[in-house]
């Protein structure tokens, strides 16, 4: 369908890797978010661009966190010298309005699975 | 952020009425309330959202308490594909980010 697509599905690094993580939003969508969700946890915010803006990214966890939107449709998230601590899935949702419509509801990718050996 | 608070789990039978509740005592006057579920394996998906009246749509219905502090999600014929965790959601109309601030969220079970 015409989803939001993310890749890999799943991802095994080895600690001190760097790893990077794409966003493919829904053709159209002007806002787009990233959200961490560790085992059991709900998920959390990391950072949001709207259009190639990033106008928010006070949840990224630390500077080894980086996330872009060059042209403001895919997005990727990378990871710099990755530890164990950042196993989790990272999920990346979009949706159509940009700040101020407060209603639109985002809508999300199924994930990608980060493990970090 | 406007805190909720949800029961850890609950458990229903496949075909009844579901009831969920959260509470949001300190909900403000610009506060929307939205819901989103996830499946397993799944990213969430959004349900509905209301402000002060019920609201009905063709996945549930959600209902306000008068003094909006709290609200039930209402499941009207659960089926085993609604087995999920539930979130309950504030979502301030005015501030800058558009952030969701999810909580730990109900995990409902469905019995066949």
């Known amino acids: 369908g015409a989803g939001v697509s993310q890749s890999p599905r799943y991802k095994v690094a080895k600690r001190g890797q760097d790893v990077a993580l794409r966003c493919d939003p829904i053709?159209?969508?002007?806002?787009l978010f990233w959200y961490q969700q560790a085992l059991g946890q709900g998920p959390e915010f990391l950072t949001y661009?709207?259009?190639?803006?990033?106008?928010?990214k006070s949840g990224l966890p630390s500077d080894r966190f980086f996330a872009e939107r060059p042209e403001g449709s895919v997005s990727t998230l990378k990871i710099q010298r990755t530890q164990q601590e950042d196993s989790a899935v990272y999920l990346c949702?979009?949706?159509?309005?940009?700040?101020?419509?407060?209603?639109?509801?985002?809508?999300f990718g199924d994930g990608t699975r980060l493990s970090i050996l | 952020d406007a805190k909720t608070t949800q029961p850890n789990s609950m458990e229903s039978n496949e075909e009844e009425p579901v009831h969920l509740p959260c509470n949001h005592s300190?909900?403000?006057?610009?506060?929307?309330i939205h819901w989103y579920r996830q499946l397993p394996s799944q990213g969430p998906e959004y349900v509905i959202h209301?402000?002060?009246s019920n609201v009905n749509n063709r996945m549930a219905s959600l209902a306000i308490a008068e003094d909006r502090k709290s609200s039930t999600l209402i499941l009207h014929r659960a089926t085993l594909r609604d087995a999920a965790v539930y979130y309950c959601?504030?979502?301030?109309?005015?501030?800058?980010?558009?952030?969701?601030?999810f909580g730990q969220g109900t995990r409902l079970t469905i019995n066949p």
């Open positions: 661009f709207q259009n190639e803006a990033q106008l928010d």
């Open positions: 949702a979009s949706s159509l309005a940009p700040i101020g419509a407060r209603n639109q509801p985002q809508h």
């Open positions: 300190t909900i403000s006057g610009t506060d929307y």
């Open positions: 209301g402000l002060t």
């Open positions: 053709s159209g969508h002007v806002s």
């Open positions: 959601i504030l979502r301030p109309i005015i501030q800058g980010a558009q952030k969701l601030v």
